[in-house]
Protein backbone atom coordinates (compact mmCIF):
# COMPACT_ATOMS: atom_id res chain seq x y z
CA UNK A 1 0.00 0.00 0.00
CA UNK A 2 1.38 3.64 -0.99
CA UNK A 3 -0.64 6.49 0.19
CA UNK A 4 -0.09 10.47 -0.33
CA UNK A 5 -1.00 13.03 1.64
CA UNK A 6 -1.07 16.99 0.84
CA UNK A 7 -0.45 20.09 2.76
CA UNK A 8 -0.12 23.65 2.32
CA UNK A 9 -3.42 24.83 0.83
CA UNK A 10 -5.25 27.32 1.79
CA UNK A 11 -6.33 31.22 0.67
CA UNK A 12 -4.24 33.87 -0.60
CA UNK A 13 -4.36 37.10 -2.35
CA UNK A 14 -3.44 37.46 -6.07
CA UNK A 15 0.38 38.02 -6.53
CA UNK A 16 1.16 36.00 -3.34
CA UNK A 17 2.79 32.33 -3.10
CA UNK A 18 1.68 28.91 -1.49
CA UNK A 19 4.42 25.99 -0.77
CA UNK A 20 2.54 22.75 -1.23
CA UNK A 21 3.63 19.37 0.06
CA UNK A 22 3.05 15.69 -0.53
CA UNK A 23 3.87 13.41 1.61
CA UNK A 24 4.71 9.55 0.70
CA UNK A 25 4.10 6.55 2.56
CA UNK A 26 3.62 2.94 2.56
CA UNK A 27 5.78 -0.34 0.85
CA UNK A 28 7.38 1.60 -1.32
CA UNK A 29 10.48 0.27 -2.99
CA UNK A 30 10.77 3.28 -5.52
CA UNK A 31 8.81 6.30 -6.59
CA UNK A 32 9.55 7.14 -10.31
CA UNK A 33 7.45 10.02 -10.86
CA UNK A 34 5.77 12.26 -8.83
CA UNK A 35 3.01 15.29 -10.30
CA UNK A 36 0.76 17.59 -9.14
CA UNK A 37 -2.50 17.84 -10.75
CA UNK A 38 -5.41 20.50 -10.06
CA UNK A 39 -8.80 20.69 -11.16
CA UNK A 40 -11.55 23.46 -10.76
CA UNK A 41 -15.37 22.75 -10.16
CA UNK A 42 -16.88 21.74 -13.79
CA UNK A 43 -13.22 21.41 -15.48
CA UNK A 44 -10.94 19.30 -16.67
CA UNK A 45 -8.36 17.89 -14.46
CA UNK A 46 -4.81 19.30 -15.84
CA UNK A 47 -0.97 18.35 -15.20
CA UNK A 48 0.53 21.17 -13.52
CA UNK A 49 4.25 20.08 -13.01
CA UNK A 50 5.57 16.39 -12.50
CA UNK A 51 9.07 15.71 -11.62
CA UNK A 52 10.62 11.95 -13.08
CA UNK A 53 13.74 10.59 -11.82
CA UNK A 54 16.64 11.54 -13.42
CA UNK A 55 15.02 14.32 -15.53
CA UNK A 56 14.21 17.81 -15.54
CA UNK A 57 11.11 18.79 -14.20
CA UNK A 58 7.90 19.86 -16.62
CA UNK A 59 5.27 22.13 -16.27
CA UNK A 60 2.04 23.62 -18.00
CA UNK A 61 2.51 26.35 -19.66
CA UNK A 62 0.04 28.73 -17.89
CA UNK A 63 2.00 28.20 -14.45
CA UNK A 64 5.84 28.22 -16.38
CA UNK A 65 7.73 30.76 -14.94
CA UNK A 66 5.83 31.03 -11.64
CA UNK A 67 5.37 27.56 -10.55
CA UNK A 68 8.52 25.36 -9.38
CA UNK A 69 8.54 21.27 -8.14
CA UNK A 70 10.86 19.73 -6.20
CA UNK A 71 11.83 17.05 -5.11
CA UNK A 72 13.41 15.40 -1.89
CA UNK A 73 13.74 11.21 -2.52
CA UNK A 74 15.10 10.67 0.74
CA UNK A 75 11.70 11.27 2.49
CA UNK A 76 9.60 10.41 -0.58
CA UNK A 77 7.93 14.42 -1.12
CA UNK A 78 7.32 16.35 -3.93
CA UNK A 79 7.06 19.99 -3.09
CA UNK A 80 5.33 22.79 -5.20
CA UNK A 81 6.10 26.79 -4.88
CA UNK A 82 3.99 28.79 -6.27
CA UNK A 83 4.53 32.04 -6.98
CA UNK A 84 2.59 35.20 -8.73
CA UNK A 85 -0.47 33.30 -7.98
CA UNK A 86 -3.99 34.34 -10.00
CA UNK A 87 -7.37 33.69 -9.63
CA UNK A 88 -7.32 31.17 -12.25
CA UNK A 89 -4.77 29.17 -10.27
CA UNK A 90 -8.09 28.54 -7.84
CA UNK A 91 -8.47 24.96 -7.92
CA UNK A 92 -8.28 21.82 -5.83
CA UNK A 93 -4.39 20.53 -6.41
CA UNK A 94 -3.57 16.71 -6.01
CA UNK A 95 -0.73 14.47 -5.81
CA UNK A 96 0.06 12.12 -7.57
CA UNK A 97 2.57 9.41 -7.64
CA UNK A 98 4.07 6.30 -10.35
CA UNK A 99 5.65 4.26 -7.91
CA UNK A 100 6.84 0.48 -7.74
CA UNK A 101 5.50 -1.22 -4.55
CA UNK A 102 6.67 -3.98 -2.52
CA UNK A 103 4.62 -6.96 -2.14
CA UNK A 104 4.66 -10.71 -0.68
CA UNK A 105 8.41 -11.31 -0.69
CA UNK A 106 10.09 -9.55 -3.17
CA UNK A 107 7.56 -8.93 -5.56
CA UNK A 108 6.83 -5.75 -6.83
CA UNK A 109 4.52 -3.98 -8.78
CA UNK A 110 4.10 -0.42 -10.33
CA UNK A 111 1.26 1.69 -9.01
CA UNK A 112 -0.78 5.15 -9.63
CA UNK A 113 -1.45 6.43 -6.46
CA UNK A 114 -3.55 9.91 -5.93
CA UNK A 115 -3.70 11.96 -2.56
CA UNK A 116 -6.80 13.87 -1.26
CA UNK A 117 -6.37 16.67 -2.58
CA UNK A 118 -5.72 20.26 -1.25
CA UNK A 119 -8.13 23.33 -1.78
CA UNK A 120 -6.22 26.74 -2.98
CA UNK A 121 -8.40 29.77 -3.26
CA UNK A 122 -6.78 33.32 -4.65
CA UNK A 123 -8.62 36.23 -4.15
CA UNK A 124 -8.53 38.58 -6.40
Known amino acids: QVQLVESGGGLVQAGGSLRLSCLAS????????MGWYRQAPGKQRELVAVITSGSSPNYADSVKGRFTISRDNAENTAYLQMNSLKPEDTAVYYC??????????????????WGQGTLVTVSP
Open 26 to 33: GSIFSINT
Open 96 to 113: NADAVATMIGLDVKLVEV
